[in-house]
Structures are given as structure tokens and as C-alpha cells.
């Protein structure tokens, strides 16, 4: 995962989506519980839902990676809330940088999108996570409420997860081109990740790879509520995900000591980090589909 692979992949993959126009869902204002103002996107099914999904994104990845599968879903009768992080994609406004950070994305972002969807369809619902998007599990205690969890492409971000060149890549991102990046404006620039990223979450971010322990250094915790979730969950992972290999996607399975687990481990397509969200990987959405209606 070097730095320009990782800027390359995740341009490409929006560019990609960009060229295919569909339905981006109907636009949401959503309030964090600091006031700062956020934008998701609903998908509602034409006839009654059959299950609820918030769709959280991972770091640098905005809210429309999920419109292809959200699209899908729709159709057959699963509600689809997607949104974008503060100082992401369509989340942005003159207070969202100064106080974006990995923190405020879990306990405040991630929350008012949870808070959203029970409080306007009265349910509990699926998460579908990507990335980042799962390890909020182990940073909000209010994401017990989900019904079921469904990981795509979730990890733990210690660098020994990745072997041989790949470890040398990593190191290298995290210690020069993260920060090097970070030097340059805030948010940091479209060219070094693909996406536009607050500085507060960049550093966040550094900070975690160069712990020893990922998350976990600043918030031990997380172990516990890792530990103590409940509900059924899905992972997914790709053998040529450069950026979630599969030895940091078991690692994070690992922390899930008291849901009932189920790993798909793709190895015949290439996916990378967000091709599970693509056209193509119907046969993929058709088990989130049938895990997410399953009560």
C-alpha cells in the first residue's frame, strides 16, 4: 500500500463511479450532537422496508461508494441511510475540519446517523460498515443498538498485518507521506489520498499506525466493547485488498469475542478496498441481503 497506490485506488474508484450516474438517494440534513451539520442519503424502498441498513463509510471514502449496492438493496425492500463524516464529501461546512478527528467521527458522527434512523422508522438497524466504519464498534457504546453488523473490508491497522514489501509501503505512508501531506493544507489535498481529509483525522489516523497498538493505545476500552457485542456479524475481505489484507481483518474478527461470526473471504475476483460495493458483486449484496432480513 503505498502512498500513491493508496491516493491512485481510491481516485480511480471515484472517478469510476462518477462516469456511471444512478439515484444517489434522497439528501438528509442530519445534526451532530455538537451542532455540526451533516448530509446523508436515504434509499426507501417503494413498498413497506423489510430492514433498515446505516451505511458508514471508512476513512477518506465518502457516502457515495455505497449508492451502487444501496440502489440494489432498495429494490428489494431494505432501506438504505448512508451519510458522509464531517469534512467528507457532502459534510462539508466552515465548522466540520476544525473539529473532524476519528473521535468525533465515532462518538458524534456516527451516533447522530444511528440516532437518525430509529428515531425516524422506529427500528433497529443492520450496519453495514466499510473500513473505519467497523471499528466504531469499539469506540461507541451507542452502536450496541444495531440489530446485526455487517464488515466489509474492517481491519485492525498494526503494520506487522502486512508482510514483506507491503509492511515497507505501510511504514512508509504512515511515517512520511501522512504527514508530509499534512504539511500542505487542511484538509489534506485530493492528491494524496484521493479524497479530501481533515488534518485532525489524518493525525488521529498517524497517530494509531505508530502506537504499537492501533486504537487500542488510546482507548483500551475499545477491547471491552469489541468483547461484549452481541449481535450476528458478517465480515468480508479480499485477498488483494492492499489496504485491509486478510491477517488484519482476522485480527479485528478476533476482538468480536461474543457475536456469532461469519467470514466471506473472496479470492477469485479482484475487489481491492472498495470494489465489494461495485456492480459486479450482486452474488455478494445478495448475502447482505439475506443476513440484514433475517430476524
Excluded at 46 to 62: D, N, T, Y
Excluded at 91 to 119: E, I, K
Excluded at 181 to 196: F, H, I, K, N, Q
Amino acid at each position: 500500500m503505498t502512498s500513491a497506490s493508496l491516493g491512485r485506488s481510491r481516485s480511480e474508484s471515484a472517478s469510476s463511479q462518477q462516469d456511471q450516474p444512478q439515484a444517489l438517494g434522497q439528501a438528509v440534513q442530519l445534526k451532530a450532537s455538537d451542532g455540526v451539520p451533516l448530509v446523508g442519503r436515504v434509499f426507501e424502498p417503494a413498498g413497506r422496508s423489510r430492514a433498515s441498513l446505516l451505511a458508514l463509510p471508512g476513512i477518506g471514502v465518502p457516502q457515495r461508494v455505497f449508492r451502487h449496492a444501496a440502489a440494489w438493496l432498495r429494490q428489494r425492500g431494505v432501506r438504505v441511510v448512508s451519510m458522509d463524516y464531517r469534512g467528507v464529501g457532502e459534510s462539508v461546512h466552515p465548522d466540520a475540519c476544525p473539529t473532524a478527528s476519528l473521535t468525533a467521527w465515532a462518538t458524534r458522527d456516527a451516533v447522530c446517523g444511528l440516532d437518525f434512523v430509529r428515531s425516524t422508522y422506529d427500528d433497529a438497524p443492520v450496519l453495514l460498515a466499510h473500513s473505519f466504519g467497523g471499528q466504531i464498534l469499539g469506540l461507541a457504546d451507542e452502536l450496541r443498538g444495531v440489530r446485526r453488523a455487517i464488515l466489509v473490508g474492517s481491519q485492525l491497522g498494526h503494520p506487522q498485518h502486512w508482510r514483506g514489501w507491503s509492511r515497507v509501503q505501510v511504514e512508509f505512508f504512515w511515517r512520511c507521506w501522512l504527514p508530509l501531506a499534512g504539511l500542505v493544507s487542511d484538509p489534506l489535498p485530493r492528491w494524496a489520498l484521493g479524497e479530501r481529509l481533515p488534518l485532525g483525522v489524518a493525525r488521529q489516523w498517524r497517530a494509531w499506525a505508530t502506537s504499537g497498538d492501533w486504537l487500542f493505545e488510546e482507548f483500551p476500552d475499545a477491547r471491552d466493547r469489541f468483547a461484549d457485542f452481541r449481535a450476528p456479524l458478517l465480515m468480508c475481505s479480499s485477498r488483494d485488498d492492499t489496504i485491509a489484507p486478510p491477517h488484519a481483518v482476522r485480527a479485528l474478527l478476533a476482538c468480536f469475542r461474543s457475536a456469532p461470526t461469519d467470514l466471506i473471504d473472496i479470492e477469485s475476483q479482484r475487489v481491492g478496498h472498495v470494489g465489494f460495493f461495485r456492480p459486479g458483486f450482486e452474488w455478494l449484496w445478495e448475502r447482505w441481503l439475506d443476513f440484514a432480513v433475517s430476524r
